[in-house]
T-cell receptor
Framework: DGGITQSPKYLFRKEGQNVTLSCEQNLNHDAMYWYRQDPGQGLRLIYYSQIVNDFQKGDIAEGYSVSREKKESFPLTVTSAQKNPTAFYLC?????????????FGPGTRLTVT | QQQVKQSPQSLIVQKGGISIINCAYENTAFDYFPWYQQFPGKGPALLIAIRPDVSEKKEGRFTISFNKSAKQFSLHIMDSQPGDSATYFCAAPDSGYALNFGKGTSLLVTP
């Protein structure tokens, strides 16, 4: 089956700890994205990557970091510098270039930090 | 970052009725406007999208209407069903190969 997988589905962490969220795709897509979703806020872009070993900050990148060492993988690290990390995190991918806007989403990871 | 304004925030429609959700954007670097459907606890799914060389696109019970001069587009759900109850998001491209999303519309279709 082709698609985007995110793991784990639920994640619990103590305040002050870094945590890494996994995102893998087997769609052969060049571009990958991370969004954060909070109730009533829609989806806000954290980071995106158009090609391997390159990525750009989105609107709310502070307190997050990413890497893109493989085409299939785009992990997101939520650092202790992120002031309000509890949220639903969504990974997406697309073909890239002028086809970047046709994005497909994974099932999401719900992170709770206490 | 451009604003994408979506309305209404919530909508209740009787089964068999028409659901209408509206979006307005400021500017766009590329003409592609998608709608996503999201069920609770799931990721958004691409529902329908329009590249506005046409003013309307229809797929089954779902139709996008586009007004380029007004910078507005809308989603119409004909013959709404309880299974359509979900949150719907519109989006518009920004200048950097990403999407800007509206804040969502929670649709409830009553039996």
């Amino acid at each position: 089956d082709g698609g985007i997988t995110q793991s784990p589905k639920y994640l619990f962490r103590k305040e002050g700890q870094n945590v890494t969220l996994s995102c893998e795709q087997n769609l052969n897509h060049d571009a990958m994205y991370w969004y954060r979703q909070d109730p009533g806020q829609g989806l806000r872009l954290i980071y995106y990557s158009q090609i391997v070993n390159d990525f750009q900050k989105g609107d709310i990148a502070e307190g997050y970091s990413v890497s893109r060492e493989k085409k299939e993988s785009f992990p997101l690290t939520v650092t202790s510098a992120q002031k309000n990390p509890t949220a639903f995190y969504l990974c997406a991918s697309s073909l890239g270039g002028t086809n970047s806007y046709e994005q497909y989403f994974g099932p999401g990871t719900r992170l709770t930090v206490t | 970052q451009q604003q994408v304004k979506q309305s209404p925030q919530s909508l209740i429609v009787q089964k068999g009725g028409i659901s209408i959700i509206n979006c307005a954007y400021e500017n766009t670097a590329f003409d592609y406007f998608p709608w996503y459907q999201q069920f609770p606890g799931k990721g958004p799914a691409l529902l329908i999208a329009i590249r506005p060389d046409v003013s309307e696109k229809k797929e089954g019970r779902f139709t996008i209407s586009f007004n380029k001069s007004a910078k507005q587009f809308s989603l119409h759900i004909m013959d709404s069903q309880p299974g359509d109850s979900a949150t719907y998001f519109c989006a518009a491209p920004d200048s950097g190969y990403a999407l800007n999303f509206g804040k969502g519309t929670s649709l409830l279709v009553t039996p």
